[in-house]
C-alpha cells in the first residue's frame, strides 16, 4: 500500500531535495529553483513562509523530482 502524503511547507521540501542530491540552482521571488547534481529538468519549490503545500502542488515536485512518497517520507 502506497503511504499518505506529508504535510509539509515548501522549506521542508527544499531540504529534502538537497538532502536527496539536488544543488539550488537560483531564487526569483518566493520560488526556489532545483536540479539534480548530475544535471537535468529543474524541480521548482513555491517557498512561502512555512505554509503548508496543497496536495497536488506537493505531488507535482514528487513526480518532477522521480522520487516516490515513500523515499520522500525517508528524507525528512
Not at 18 to 46: C, D, K, M, N
Amino acid at each position: 500500500m502506497t503511504p499518505r502524503q506529508p504535510r509539509i511547507s515548501g522549506k521542508d521540501m527544499v531540504a529534502a531535495l538537497r538532502r536527496a542530491g539536488f544543488i539550488l540552482v537560483y531564487i526569483e521571488g518566493s520560488h526556489h529553483y532545483l536540479e539534480p547534481s548530475g544535471g537535468g529538468a529543474l524541480v521548482t519549490v513555491p517557498v512561502h513562509t512555512n505554509k503548508i503545500l496543497r496536495p497536488k502542488t506537493l505531488k507535482s515536485i514528487i513526480d518532477r523530482a522521480g522520487l516516490t512518497t515513500e523515499e520522500l517520507i525517508n528524507l525528512l
